[in-house]
């Protein structure tokens, strides 16, 4: 029997008789929670490689075009925080199973849009299912398994996780070439169908402790969120020294200090202050941030050099950065299966110097022309370190605190990343722009070095602050 054969809790003989979800194995509670965050994060840049198709069918204004991905991007990111108070509220499983519902719905509207206006309309309220989905999942897979098992079990979950974001451009490249764009959406019914079974066998329901509802605070850091995220992702389009890229960062950076000044003394608030009290959370909030700006930027800007510079078909570009998006699979519950033993400070300090080293060398490599075959060990590279982050970076989220703030310990961490993933591909593609780049096979010449550089140096950042992690779990 192996590590993943045992069941999802290891009960006291005394406490009675087992309900069904105790006699479930734990590979089965992985597979039930993680599916549905993989289709969430799939959709997060799954239409980048669509956007050419999409443009001419609906005959979109390249305003629009950002639109499909922005619309998806906000609503996510803005309603994570909200729908963990839901979930401590009403059941965190019956909110997760609603979750997919409006999200296959919204699915289903975004593949019979006949217009541009209509498919960003569907992106949103898709957007807004997947923020109900994607914290959830880590909170409910946390709770199905025991002590134990759960460094491989959120392991396994941060591989999927990332997996999710890193094939996005890849499956919509391949399913664009292979069938139609409308197929992308199409692809989440019978996931979705799989998923609902799946989650009501394998993983039980659970709620946070009773609490006031936050709606001030709720405001306050959501309209935060949103603010920062829509002047990130609009800042290369519209100029960052424009009105609506630096009013809403602006009222980004106002409103997070007001929060911090309401939440202060209130245990009800949407997200309580008393968390950042945990070393585990703080630092794994901090790489949250940077790695995912360093790396997703630089998944964003390879892809596209892959298929602009070197020729490849989409499909065939996502085939190639397979040993970097893969690895994290196969990694990452290794990684989780060894933090008990090596710890999580130095999982992380070596995955995170192996990813920047891996985009050191892809500034490198790029900027000398070399072909594909000089990729393939900084591929490599790139994830190794990444599955060796996944891992004890979520543990590190959960770590030390009691059960009835995993859903709010999660939602900050997604919420983080998900501004991080923005952020990266921004900054990296102003850095781009800067040094004169162009979507051309020579316009990439003497710019997609330094953005790649400056990747690697969030990343290094990231490095930095896991000095700080907790040298074991607790």
């Known amino acids: ?13 005394a406490a009675g008789p087992p309900d069904r979800h105790s006699r479930v194995p734990v590979w089965l509670a992985i597979v039930a929670a993680s599916l549905p965050m993989f289709m969430a994060t799939l959709d997060n840049l799954v239409m980048t490689s669509a956007l ?52 296959t719905l919204a699915s289903i509207a975004a593949a019979l849009s006949g217009s541009a206006e209509a498919l960003i309309a569907a992106r949103a309220v898709q957007g807004l299912g997947a923020a109900a989905i994607m914290p959830l999942s880590l909170t409910l897979l946390a709770s199905s398994v025991s002590a134990a098992m759960r460094p491989v079990a959120i392991g396994v979950w941060g591989g999927v996780s990332g997996l999710g974001v890193a094939l996005g451009p890849v499956v919509g490249g391949a399913v664009v070439e292979g069938i139609s764009w409308q197929a992308i959406f199409w692809l ?54 424009s009105v609506g890229v630096l009013g809403p960062l ?10 911090v000044v309401w939440a202060r003394g209130r245990s009800y608030a949407v997200l309580p202050l008393r968390l950042f009290a945990s070393r585990g959370f703080s630092v794994a909030n901090v790489i949250g941030l940077t790695f995912t700006m360093g790396m997703f930027g630089a998944v964003f800007l390879l892809s596209q050099y892959l298929q602009v510079v070197q020729g490849y078909s989409p499909l065939e570009a996502g085939l190639r950065t397979l040993p970097w998006t893969a690895a994290p699979m196969v990694v990452a519950p290794i990684a989780g299966a060894l933090a008990a033993r090596t710890g999580l400070r130095s999982l992380l300090l070596v995955g995170l110097i192996l990813q920047t080293t891996a985009l050191v060398w892809f500034a490198v490599v790029t900027e000398s022309g070399a072909d594909y075959g000089a990729f393939l060990v900084p591929l490599a590279l790139a994830g190794v370190g990444m599955g060796l982050t996944f891992a004890p970076s979520a543990t590190m989220v959960l770590d030390g605190l009691p059960d009835d703030d995993f ?48 990747g690697a140096a969030a990343v290094g950042i990231a490095a930095v602050a896991a000095l700080l992690a907790p040298r074991r779990a607790r």
């Open 52 to 103: 050419p198709v999409v443009r001419a069918d609906l005959d979109a204004s390249v305003g629009q075009l950002s639109w499909f991905l922005n619309a998806y991007t906000l609503t996510f990111a803005t309603f994570m925080l909200p729908a963990a108070t839901l979930g401590d509220r009403l059941g965190r499983r019956r909110v997760m199973l609603v979750g997919i519902a409006v999200f």
């Open 188 to 241: 989440n019914v019978p996931v979705a169908l799989v998923a609902v079974p799946l989650l009501v066998l394998a993983v039980r329901d659970s709620r946070g402790a009773w609490q006031r509802l936050d709606p001030v605070g709720t405001l306050l850091i959501g309209s935060a969120v949103l603010a920062g995220v829509w002047g990130t992702v609009h800042g290369n389009d519209d100029g960052w020294g």
């Open 250 to 259: 602006l009222l980004a950076v106002i409103l997070v200090p007001a929060y």
């Open 1 to 13: 029997m192996t590590a993943l054969d045992t069941t999802s809790e290891q009960r006291d003989p």
């Open 407 to 454: 859903a709010m310990a999660s939602s900050a961490n997604s919420t983080i990343r998900e501004f991080g993933v923005a952020l990266g591909i921004a900054l990296l593609t102003a850095v781009f722009l800067g040094n004169g780049g162009q979507i051309s096979p020579t316009g990439y010449d003497g710019a997609v070095g330094p953005a790649l550089l400056t």
